[in-house]
T-cell receptor, first 115, second 114 residues
Framework: DTGVSQDPRHKITKRGQNVTFRCDPISEHNRLYWYRQTLGQGPEFLTYFQNEAQLEKSRLLSDRFSAERPKGSFSTLEIQRTEQGDSAMYLC?????????????FGPGTRLTVL | GDSVTQMEGPVTLSEEAFLTINCTYTATGYPSLFWYVQYPGEGLQLLLKATKADDKGSNKGFEATYRKETTSFHLEKGSVQVSDSAVYFCALSVIGGATNKLIFGTGTLLAVQP
């Protein structure tokens, strides 16, 4: 079990550019979540996949954001036409439901800075 | 809607002091409750959890008891160490809905001085 990995760890981009982040979940986990964390705040839910199906999207996820999980394994989060307000830490988590327990394990995050 | 409220930080303690970080929640269903810890420069790590009322989660000397009557899940440790300095997040998820997304509090920064 190598844990959840995310790539890149840091991304600096100019306003208006597109960026894409990748998340590799724990291999046997069928659930995958994206969260966004701004400075001094707790993470906020963005979107959720069960296998390859995207089952929920937060209102925080504007039309400029898109996420995929094409084969039910890794996931990508793309932000088009980035804005300075998109600067944040983007966290990925994965889980596998066991009974009534669904414990999410987080990756190290991708820190995005939009100049 | 569902929410989590944590005591504001920073909390500054001397080594070996007793720690309490308060957490209360509002939930429409039957939530599971979690404490996550974020050390400087690192991602979120699960510290402990409880899935039903009166359950006690424990790990690394930290404890928290799921109190349904007071809708609370306070984090405690009898003797903190400098290495416990981190940001602590209380969170809930409601099992049985469309997702089990986590709802987090704003976090409490703990600074332990030698």
């Amino acid at each position: 079990d190598t844990g959840v990995s995310q790539d890149p760890r840091h991304k600096i981009t100019k306003r208006g550019q597109n960026v894409t982040f990748r998340c590799d979940p724990i291999s046997e986990h069928n659930r995958l979540y994206w969260y966004r964390q701004t400075l001094g705040q707790g993470p906020e839910f963005l979107t959720y996949f069960q296998n390859e199906a995207q089952l929920e999207k937060s209102r925080l996820l504007s039309d400029r954001f898109s996420a995929e999980r094409p084969k039910g394994s890794f996931s990508t989060l793309e932000i088009q036409r980035t804005e300075q307000g998109d600067s944040a830490m983007y966290l990925c988590a994965s889980s596998s439901v066991q009974g009534l327990s669904d414990t999410q394990y987080f990756g190290p995050g991708t820190r995005l800075t939009v100049l | 809607g569902d929410s989590v409220t944590q005591m504001e930080g920073p909390v500054t303690l001397s080594e070996e002091a007793f720690l309490t970080i308060n957490c209360t929640y509002t939930a429409t269903g039957y939530p599971s409750l979690f404490w996550y810890v974020q050390y400087p420069g690192e991602g979120l790590q699960l510290l402990l959890k409880a899935t039903k009322a009166d359950d006690k989660g424990s790990n690394k000397g930290f404890e928290a008891t799921y109190r349904k009557e007071t809708t609370s899940f306070h984090l405690e440790k009898g003797s903190v160490q400098v290495s416990d300095s981190a940001v602590y997040f209380c969170a809930l998820s409601v099992i049985g809905g469309a997702t089990n997304k986590l709802i987090f509090g704003t976090g409490t920064l703990l600074a332990v001085q030698p």
